[in-house]
């Protein structure tokens, strides 16, 4: 199963890609690529929602993905920072959708729960456990790219899970 995460924001949405053989938790995580969408504070928003779409469109041709993860609507004090980040998440489950492709969504403290244990962690503790998940030698960068791939990973123990579950029957 290869499972491509996003992380959305309104300056930079961040992009995973992880691969897992569906229902066996002994076989490792594998990392394929993240990535990291930079928006300019300059441009307009329709300008910046059609580069979110088009590159996460690429990356969706290239990466060949069985499913697309992405974290749920969180409420924020600031409605407006909320309403921009909507966009950028319809923008992103638009280009899933336009490509076929199956969405599967988690709640920011399911994410965290699912990779680091604790639904309250830090960032620098989802980057430090992704890393150690998917093997690599250094931190993810961007943190949102991180994100991403926590996301990923995630979508893939919960399909796990239930997959033993379902066995269990």
Known sequence: MRVFGVDCG???TGFGIVDSSQG???VPLQFR???AIRLSKKQSLPVRLDQVFCELTAELVRWHPDVVAIEEVFYSVNAKS???LGQVRG???LAAERQG???AEY???KIKSSVVGYGLAKKEQVQFMVARLLGLAQLPEPSDAADALAIAICHIHTAQT???QGAGR
């Open 101 to 103: 492709i199956p969405l």
């Open 162 to 164: 239930l997959a033993l």
């Open 91 to 93: 923008v992103a489950l």
């Open 82 to 84: 909320a309403l921009k």
């Open 33 to 35: 690529a993240m990535g």
């Open 24 to 26: 066996e938790r002994d």
């Open 107 to 109: 709640a920011p403290l």
């Open 10 to 12: 309104t300056e930079v």
